[in-house]
């Protein structure tokens, strides 16, 4: 089970994938063919049972074994096998020398297994899990509670929302009703089925505890949260409301011992069909992108610029050419409404940005200077800078195979850097030295780097080889590259 330390808090957040690598935990891709439409039963009408309340009357609570009997069904579990590169320990000096000596960093394959659950949406077959899921994998067979078992194609998977889609080759299916969380309300009951730590056809339940929750690691996923009990294994399983309707996809957990402690998170349904929708036609997702970041409003920052109240997102940086900068967005600036949807916590907006599409229009009321204006964005791309990247691959790939961009301002906060490059795509010598996407290029032969000519320049000077001193996470090491 993937997990990542967060400076902010003494938790760990966790995907619920379940898996092994030797004997360490993982999860465990991807891509394209068409599916047919899903033949989807009716919602219950009222999922509800009259329960005895203290003092007498009654109180209605959710059918659980009615949903359970009449969904479960169209619940899978997903197992998965393949590999994934491994790297030696670089931290070790004496290590760091015997591969610098050898001329590089060499990394090899090792066998990866894992698993989750998922749930069929077309009766001919398509299934939606998680993305961490299916990682790294080679193959992928899915199990039904009926037992039988297939194995399934990976139709595409889109890491930045954390969802997947599968297809079997199978028909009249059992399938799920799929609800919106529009009218889900903080406090409504929910029910999880899922396989968590491999236990099949496991059903928890909880409520509603937030909505539109913004992570650490994910601006792009408005989460639910919940006290549903989850675990490794549940993830990619069904998140259902009290109607039977699948209301969300559980991804995460906050944990301080790797299992569940109270809070769980959940995609909500709407992106998650959104995303099924644009892998099934076209084999890929396009995101949308505005090119801010953005932070909370608390009440000292709502009096310092005279808002009513402690609500919107304050913009703290407007990418350079992005769609914000064309539209007059300014840090400073706080956005209030995104056609004509209340800002209310600072992650409402990429949560409506998450929802669009790439050339649509996003109309902002902005709050600037203690008065009101309202901007027009014509959102671009969101993979725009990475096809800017590829284009400087292509100029220096045959030497090296780095495709790099400038760091934005949040990312050198966030990384603790005063400067650097950060590493969009690698190929060639560089990937074969080690060299990962997401790593910081700080300095070219001991000399810092600020920008990407300042590395062209070097890599132009050098003969055979080049030194990179890389950041990954809190480690900074020297890499050697030679070149091709």
């Known amino acids: 089970m993937n997990k990542m330390n967060l400076k902010s808090a003494p938790l760990v957040l ?22 047919a439409t899903a033949a989807v039963l009716p919602p219950m009408p009222a999922a509800t049972v009259q329960s005895p309340a203290p003092g007498g009357g009654s109180v209605v609570m959710p059918d659980f074994p009615l949903i359970t009997q ?90 930045k929302t954390d969802v997947a889609v599968l297809k079997i080759n199978a028909s009249n299916l059992p399938v799920v009703t799929l609800g ?28 509603v505890s937030a909505k539109g929750r913004s992570l650490p690691d994910d601006s792009a996923v408005p989460f639910i949260q919940t006290d549903v009990a989850v675990n490794p294994g549940n993830s990619g399983g069904p998140l259902f409301n009290a109607r039977g309707e699948v209301v969300g996809i559980n991804s995460q957990i906050y944990s301080q011992s790797g299992g569940y402690q109270g809070v769980s998170f959940a995609i909500p349904i709407d992106l998650a069909n959104k995303i099924k929708d644009e ?29 009513d109240r402690p609500e919107g997102a304050l ?67 969101s993979n725009d800078k990475a096809t800017a990247a590829a284009a400087i691959e292509n100029e220096q790939g045959g030497r090296l195979g780095l495709a790099l961009r400038p760091l934005e301002p949040q990312e050198r906060q966030e990384a603790g850097v005063r400067a650097g490059v950060v590493v969009e795509d690698v190929a060639g010598p560089a990937e074969a030295a080690g ?23 070097a890599v132009e000077k050098s003969q055979k080889s080049v030194a990179l001193l890389i950041q990954r996470g809190d480690d900074r090491i020297f890499v050697p590259i030679r070149m091709g």
Do not use: C
Request: hydrophobic share 45%.
């Open 14 to 35: 966790a995907l619920l994938g379940a898996g092994i690598v030797g004997g360490a935990a993982v999860e465990v891709v991807h891509h394209a063919s068409p599916a």
């Open 70 to 159: 009449r969904y479960g069904p169209a619940v899978v579990n997903i197992s998965v096998s393949g590999k994934a590169r491994a790297t030696p320990d670089m931290s070790d000096p004496l290590e760091f020398f015997r591969q610098f000596q050898r001329g590089g960093v060499p990394q090899r394959d090792v066998p990866v297994r894992g698993m989750g659950s998922g749930f069929i949406v077309g009766a001919d077959g398509v299934i939606l899990t998680n993305a961490h899921v299916v990682k790294d994998a080679t193959e992928v067979v899915v199990k039904l509670t009926d037992r039988r078992e297939f194995k399934a194609k990976v139709l595409g998977s889109d890491p």
């Open 180 to 207: 919106s969380t529009e009218n889900l309300r903080v406090g409504d009951w929910v029910l999880a089925i899922g396989a968590p730590f491999g236990f099949e056809n496991t059903v928890t339940a909880g409520v």
């Open 279 to 307: 892998i099934v036609a076209h084999g890929k997702v396009e995101h949308a992108r505005l090119g801010v970041a953005v932070q909370e409003v608390n009440q000292s920052l709502a009096d310092s610029f005279g808002l």
């Open 315 to 381: 913009v703290a940086n407007v990418e350079k050419g992005s769609a914000a900068d064309r539209a007059g967005l300014k840090p400073g600036d706080v956005i209030r409404a995104a056609n004509g949807k209340p800002i209310v916590a600072s992650g409402d907006l990429p949560a409506i940005v998450g929802l669009s599409q790439p050339g649509q229009r996003l109309a902002l009321d902005v709050w600037r200077g203690g008065k009101k204006l309202q901007l027009t964005a014509e959102l671009t791309r």
């Open 435 to 457: 060299v990962e996407p997401g790593d910081i290029v700080l300095a070219v032969n001991g000399t810092p780097v600020t920008t990407v000519d300042q590395v062209k320049a």
